[in-house]
């Protein structure tokens, strides 16, 4: 949680000084993600779904495709198709129960998969899934946190 509210103070200092007439790159690479299914997949590999909708400047699937996830001890990877992200979790045994579960999406600088330009460091865009699940790993409560800006690698 720390993370985020820190997160949200900087990408609002960073948005601030960002763009101008050498920026064209599409910021945040995609538009209203939510999750789809709930929790879905067995109680050894379950997993969750992002879906997003398609935006003007969509950007190509090798974008997507290097979306990493984490704390490990929580999630344990991605699969992507178009505009889905699965993000594979821990076993349901291993994760705890009525209490927030924060799984962190990191995505790379748009300006190595497409032409735009923008000045100074790379951006990376980064958002959260926040799960609850009750005393039978039922999940309760599931979000994507708002997409975040930083510079540079996080």
């Not at 101008?20 to 997993?47: H, K, R, Y």
Request: hydrophobic fraction near 40%; charged fraction near 15%; aromatic fraction near 8%.
């Amino acid at each position: 949680m720390a993370r985020s509210l820190f997160a949200s103070f900087v990408a609002v200092a960073l948005l601030a000084g960002c763009g101008g007439p050498d920026d064209d790159c599409v910021a945040p690479p995609f538009n209203n993600p939510s999750i789809v299914g709930g929790l879905q997949g067995t109680a050894d590999a379950p997993f969750v779904v992002v879906e997003w909708d398609a935006s003007a400047g969509d950007l190509p699937d090798e974008y997507f495709a290097k979306a990493t996830v984490g704390p490990a001890n929580v999630a344990t990877g991605v699969l992507y198709t178009t505009r889905r992200l699965q993000i594979q979790l821990v076993p349901l045994a291993q994760l705890p129960v009525g209490q927030t579960i924060d799984v962190e999406v990191d995505l790379p600088d748009t300006r190595q998969f497409t032409s735009c330009r923008h000045p100074g460091e790379a951006d990376v865009y980064s958002f959260d899934v926040t799960l609850q699940l009750d005393g039978s790993h039922a999940l309760t409560q599931a979000n994507v946190g708002p997409i975040l800006q930083f510079p540079g690698p996080i």
